[in-house]
């Protein structure tokens, strides 16, 4: 390593903050140049002296009436505001998904059609199939015009579990 | 510094309804975020307003905060965020005012006259004097003392790029240092 890169290294290495290959190659250039230890001794005292001015510039402290003021804003935000894990988005569409898993489960209720059932390719909407008691629900819905299929499961609960395209 | 036992419980009082629990959870970190807010933004009113608005997105967005990480850290990126926006914004309207007027702007009083005589005050203005990205990863790395990786994922960005911001800023800081009182860099 030149001295020239050791100097365009040393505002890094006078905090520790070289990847340790480029720490190696410095440090043992350092132990054998003089100029470049001294020039690394010097930026870690100016350094020093910034650090502490900068963390002793008096930064104000939160009045307990400005503290009060923001406490009672969260505490008068509505309860929607903690947002929902997936977004209200997702929120929008597992509830969706529960209004059609019910519409489902009271179909299957009422047992199989009278009618000859059409089939999956000209429905919008399947139940899959799932064995023993009903623990998941899985409700499809196939775009007619692009074919596109979402999968949405729901738990028994009717909980939004997850989607697969 | 990793979540302790007591956030976790206070976080899920709060996810489940109990807003009470969100003071406990972020009184540590008052003074941490306002600190922080002054520093990014030089000025304590604006940071007073980046302070409160953090601890307000924290509060709707905590269900979306990752436990596997440090809370503290997680509040300095709202904030960093939030100081950003605000720093940006009023660079736009320091500029638009600056060319409606059509003069520079004199931001020295007497005070300000005053605290120019005193090496720390001179240390203070070339903090300012950084770009914007440069003061947030000066800040957060060498203040706050978050190591490359928690600093670039605060501001959202690369290592490297916080490695050159941290080099650049660092040098500047060092130069203003060299006018201001050549004798701080004498071997202590």
Same mark, same amino acid.
């Given at each position: 390593?030149?001295?020239?890169?050791?100097?365009?290294?040393?505002?890094?290495?006078?905090?520790?903050?070289?990847?340790?290959?480029?720490?190696?190659?410095?440090?043992?250039?350092?132990?054998?140049?003089?100029?470049?230890?001294?020039?690394? @001794?010097?930026?870690?005292?100016?350094?020093?002296?910034?650090?502490?001015?900068?963390?002793?510039?008096?930064?104000?402290?939160?009045?307990?009436?400005?503290?009060?003021?923001?406490?009672?804003?969260?505490?008068?935000?509505?309860?929607?505001?903690?947002?929902?894990?997936?977004?209200?988005?997702?929120?929008?569409?597992?509830?969706?998904?529960?209004?059609?898993?019910?519409?489902?489960?009271?179909?299957?209720?009422?047992?199989?059609?009278?009618?000859?059932?059409?089939?999956?390719?000209?429905?919008?909407?399947?139940?899959?199939?799932?064995?023993?008691?009903?623990?998941?629900?899985?409700?499809?819905?196939?775009?007619?015009?692009?074919?596109?299929?979402?999968?949405?499961?729901?738990?028994?609960?009717?909980?939004? @579990?997850?989607?697969?395209? | 510094?990793?979540?302790?036992?007591?956030?976790?419980?206070?976080?899920?009082?709060?996810?489940?309804?109990?807003?009470?629990?969100?003071?406990?959870?972020?009184?540590?970190?008052?003074?941490?975020?306002?600190?922080?807010?002054?520093?990014?933004?030089?000025?304590?009113?604006?940071?007073?307003?980046?302070?409160?608005?953090?601890?307000?997105?924290?509060?709707?967005?905590?269900?979306?905060?990752?436990?596997?990480?440090?809370?503290?850290?997680?509040?300095?990126?709202?904030?960093?965020?939030?100081?950003?926006?605000?720093?940006?914004?009023?660079?736009?309207?320091?500029?638009?005012?600056?060319?409606?007027?059509?003069?520079?702007?004199?931001?020295?009083?007497?005070?300000?006259?005053?605290?120019?005589?005193?090496?720390?005050?001179?240390?203070?203005?070339?903090?300012?004097?950084?770009?914007?990205?440069?003061?947030?990863?000066?800040?957060?790395?060498?203040?706050?003392?978050?190591?490359?990786?928690?600093?670039?994922?605060?501001?959202?960005?690369?290592?490297?790029?916080?490695?050159?911001?941290?080099?650049?800023?660092?040098?500047?800081?060092?130069?203003?240092?060299?006018?201001?009182?050549?004798?701080?860099?004498?071997?202590?």
């Amino acid at each position: 390593m030149t001295c020239r890169k050791v100097r365009k290294l040393v505002p890094l290495a006078a905090g520790g903050d070289l990847r340790p290959r480029e720490a190696a190659a410095f440090q043992a250039h350092v132990d054998a140049c003089l100029a470049c230890r001294e020039d690394l @001794e010097a930026f870690r005292a100016a350094m020093a002296g910034i650090k502490a001015a900068a963390k002793a510039e008096s930064v104000g402290e939160w009045s307990e009436g400005e503290w009060s003021a923001l406490m009672a804003r969260v505490a008068a935000a509505p309860e929607r505001a903690v947002r929902p894990a997936f977004g209200a988005r997702w929120a929008a569409a597992a509830a969706a998904g529960a209004f059609l898993g019910f519409l489902v489960l009271g179909i299957l209720f009422r047992g199989p059609s009278p009618r000859p059932g059409k089939g999956p390719e000209e429905t919008a909407m399947v139940l899959a199939a799932a064995p023993g008691p009903q623990e998941r629900v899985a409700i499809t819905m196939v775009s007619p015009e692009t074919g596109l299929q979402v999968v949405w499961f729901l738990d028994k609960n009717f909980d939004y @579990e997850g989607e697969q395209d | 510094m990793r979540m302790n036992e007591t956030e976790k419980e206070l976080i899920d009082m709060v996810l489940s309804g109990r807003t009470e629990a969100f003071e406990p959870l972020v009184a540590p970190y008052r003074g941490a975020i306002l600190a922080l807010a002054v520093r990014l933004t030089r000025d304590r009113e604006e940071a007073l307003e980046v302070a409160q608005e953090a601890f307000f997105k924290a509060f709707r967005s905590l269900r979306r905060f990752d436990v596997s990480r440090p809370f503290r850290n997680w509040l300095f990126q709202i904030a960093a965020n939030e100081a950003r926006d605000r720093v940006r914004k009023k660079m736009r309207e320091q500029a638009a005012v600056r060319e409606a007027a059509g003069r520079t702007h004199d931001a020295g009083g007497p005070e300000a006259g005053h605290e120019r005589r005193q090496i720390k005050a001179g240390i203070l203005r070339a903090l300012e004097a950084l770009s914007p990205r440069e003061r947030e990863v000066f800040v957060l790395r060498d203040l706050e003392e978050l190591d490359i990786r928690e600093t670039s994922r605060v501001l959202g960005l690369s290592s490297i790029s916080v490695r050159v911001n941290l080099s650049s800023a660092r040098k500047k800081l060092r130069e203003a240092i060299r006018r201001q009182d050549p004798r701080m860099e004498e071997k202590r």
